[in-house]
């Protein structure tokens, strides 16, 4: 497919276990970016990555959560020893410049379907 | 540091009636803008955007916003409701600048209702 891909759509996890999200970005995107939203809310910044590189961490809510994406394609959101209020959805976006691009459709980012986590 | 502000959490319009859903913003920065719209499950879809050219900016679906730098708002409007617009909507800033600039901070989200 074409567009950002996201596994699992669902995740239900008990309080206190550990869950990876993954996020597999159109090919060729430099620029990939994770949000996450909670029920009722906007998306909010996470972390965003330029190719292998985190260079943004800034919107990661605790030392529980640690993204990587050691070949500048797939990246993987870790969530360690999961709490309640870490339920949400998970987006990532992906988009092909660093920045100033040559056309519209290289400024946009391009978002997945999400994860749903759910944590009881 | 950005913000934006969306009017309304829910806006209810008859079908074939103006949509009108409310974004004022808040950039140190020249900023660039969004509209995004989400279905139920699924992800954000971009509407439209703006990128310092032509205030008024054309969207997919109809719809439409224009930038007024005086008032700092970038409302979203469409002429004439379709039931498919039924969704939430969100406004989002993001700096003009390179990289991790580029993260976007959103509103809360409008819901749009369309009825009959």
């Known amino acids: 497919g074409a567009g950002v891909s996201q596994s699992p759509r669902y995740k239900v996890a008990k309080r206190g276990q550990d869950v990876a999200l993954r996020c597999d970005p159109i090919s060729g995107h430099v620029s990939l970016f994770w949000y996450q939203q909670a029920l009722g809310q906007g998306p909010e910044f996470l972390t965003y990555f330029q190719n292998e590189a985190q260079l943004d961490k800034s919107g990661l809510p605790s030392d529980r959560f640690f993204a990587e994406r050691p070949e500048g394609s797939v990246s993987t959101l870790k969530i360690q020893r999961t709490q309640q209020e870490d339920s949400a959805v998970y987006l990532c976006?992906?988009?092909?410049?660093?920045?100033?691009?040559?056309?519209?459709?290289?400024?946009?980012?391009?978002f997945g379907p999400g994860t749903r986590l759910l944590v009881l | 540091a950005q913000s934006v502000t969306q009017l309304g959490s829910h806006v209810s319009v008859s079908e074939g009636a103006l949509v009108l859903l409310r974004c004022n913003y808040s950039s140190s920065v020249p900023p660039y803008l969004f509209w995004y719209v989400q279905y139920p499950n699924q992800g954000l879809q971009l509407l439209l955007k703006?990128?310092?050219?032509?205030?008024l900016v054309k969207g997919i679906n109809g719809f439409e916003a224009e930038f007024k730098k005086s008032e700092t708002s970038f409302h979203l409007t469409k002429p004439s409701a379709h039931m498919s617009d039924a969704a939430e909507y969100f406004c989002a800033v993001s700096d003009q600048g390179t990289g991790t600039a580029s993260k976007l901070t959103f509103g809360t989200g409008t819901r749009l209702q369309v009825t009959l």
């Open positions: 976006a992906s988009k092909l410049t660093l920045g100033r691009g040559q056309s519209i459709a290289q400024e946009t980012q391009y």
């Open positions: 703006y990128t310092s050219a032509a205030t």
